[in-house]
């Protein structure tokens, strides 16, 4: 199932009951399949438009974020990533602990696949507090490690 209908199918179908209802009360002389109809019409209607406005009101980008917290920030590396961990997955885990400002996972620059691990930047407050609740736990069936990470060394 494509993730916008699975996202928005539980909307579609309450806005769906929730019109059939006031159709019924305005005009009960209305026949039932006339109302089901009309549910499914306002609600196919409404429920993309409602959407797109909450996401654009929701979705902040990265400089946003950035911008908005500007106390002192950490990074965090974080390995033994599964594959198939995506950005969002990862910053939702870290986001349960504390304050994150960016994630990036490493990909393999010829094949363009993950390569399990990644950088988490952090607000500086809460970095060790996330990396003694992260490190050693289990995360889409793969044991983290979460360290602080070290600058890169020039070859």
């Known amino acids: 199932m494509f993730p916008t209908l699975r996202a928005t199918l539980p909307y579609t179908i309450a806005v769906a ?15 039932a399949p006339v109302l089901v109809v009309l549910g499914v019409l306002l609600s196919g209607v409404l429920v993309p438009i409602l959407r797109d406005v909450k996401g654009n009101a929701i979705n902040l980008s990265d400089d946003m974020i950035q911008k908005m917290y500007e106390g002192e920030t950490a990074t965090l590396y974080v390995g033994n990533l599964p594959y198939r961990a995506n950005e969002e997955a990862v910053q939702h885990l870290f986001e349960t602990k504390g304050v994150v400002i960016n994630v990036r996972l490493m990909k393999d620059r010829q094949t363009g696949r ?16 996330m990396i003694q609740a992260l490190n050693d736990t289990e ?5 983290l490690k979460v360290r602080e990470a070290k600058e890169r060394q020039e070859a």
């Open 17 to 31: 009951i929730l019109a059939y209802l006031v159709f019924f009360l305005l005009d009960p002389a209305l026949p």
């Open 114 to 129: 993950r390569r399990g691990f990644g950088f988490v930047e952090v607000a500086a407050k809460d970095a060790e507090k």
């Open 139 to 143: 995360f889409q069936e793969r044991t």
